[in-house]
């Protein structure tokens, strides 16, 4: 149900500044009115009852209308300060990212081209620029990463979605892996317990996120352990499990696990880099595909995370 006054959708507007109602400027508004009314009222009734005198009771009205007024108006303008400041944080992130990603990507194509020029480069400085390649790449997933956050929290996000042979993508985007599996020492697992599954997905946006998942799950893996990846129809959804063997997640840190950068203090201690996007990135996408997503995990045992995503008609009926 919406509010209007004057032509003013007050839910709508908060909603499309991406702001709680309870924190929402003009929302706030319209409550602490209604509590001033309320307000007034109850101390209109209470004074008639201790005194027949009018002005006693006009007085008191006043005195009470005064204090919620002055009280209303400083929280509700404390919050729009807050929404305020959280706005404009969200487009100067996008306007930065968005400044970032030309000189990053012109410096990316340089070294490349530097790079296909082996010959002319001496071997000690052609592994120096493997490193700052490595690095220039490092900073464009980054910029990638906000840039992607700050379209979904404007609701910008844009999905081409298509048939997408569920487990036969999977198992695609696995295969990827086996090379950094081998060379990290963690055996790698596929298992398709449903086949020909077919799902109606952003393929790009499915490949992002199952290769987060997959690489958050070798990354926090010790040399050898296991990583596995399940692919099994659960009703009328596709369902993706990716389970390892690895840190796991203290029991403290797994309710801001998908929150914006945020990361677990045993990953942080076993690995400093990361953004701590990658879990609200993934959790993010699932949903706008119409999916969800969670996991299970056990400090020094493991974390199994998985999600889901509707099946087309006829493959959720099982035809």
């Keep these: 149900m919406d509010i209007n006054f004057g032509g003013l959708n007050v839910i709508t507007q908060c909603r499309r500044n991406h702001i709680p109602l309870w924190t929402c400027g003009p929302f706030l508004f319209i409550i602490m009115g209604g509590v001033n009314i309320a307000g007034m009222l109850t101390t209109g009734f209470i004074a008639q009852r201790f005194s027949d005198d009018p002005a006693v009771v006009i007085i008191s009205v006043s005195i009470m209308a005064a204090f919620l007024f002055v009280v209303g108006n400083a929280v509700v303008s404390s919050f729009q300060r807050l929404a305020d400041a959280s706005r404009i944080k969200s487009e100067f992130v996008s306007i930065v990212s968005h400044q970032l990603r030309s000189p990053l990507s012109a410096i990316r194509w340089q070294l490349e081209i530097i790079l296909d020029r082996s010959t002319q480069v001496p071997e000690e400085m052609r592994d120096t620029l493997y490193t700052i390649k490595k690095q220039n790449e490092r900073m464009i997933d980054l910029v990638n990463d906000l840039l992607e956050v700050s379209r979904i929290e404007d609701d910008r996000i844009i999905l081409r979605p298509e048939p997408v042979k569920f487990d036969i993508f999977v198992e695609q985007v696995i295969k990827n892996y086996e090379p950094l599996a081998k060379q990290s020492g963690v055996t790698l697992l596929f298992v398709a317990e449903a086949h020909g599954l077919t799902v109606f997905a952003d393929e790009g946006k499915l490949r992002w996120v199952t290769e987060n998942l997959l690489d958050n799950a070798l990354r926090y893996t010790k040399t050898g352990g296991e990583v596995s990846v399940r692919v099994l129809k659960e009703g009328s959804e596709g369902r993706v499990e990716v389970a390892d063997s690895g840190v796991g997640i203290p029991l403290a840190d797994q309710r801001m696990i998908f929150t914006k950068f945020f990361r677990a203090d045993n990953a942080l201690r ?46 959720a009926a099982g035809q």
């Design 270 to 315: 076993l690995r400093a880099e990361g953004t701590g996007l990658g879990l609200f990135l993934v959790k993010s996408l699932v949903k706008t595909m119409g999916g969800k997503v969670g996991f299970a995990s056990l400090e020094g045992k493991g974390s199994t995370f998985w999600f889901t995503l509707p099946l087309i008609e006829g493959e």
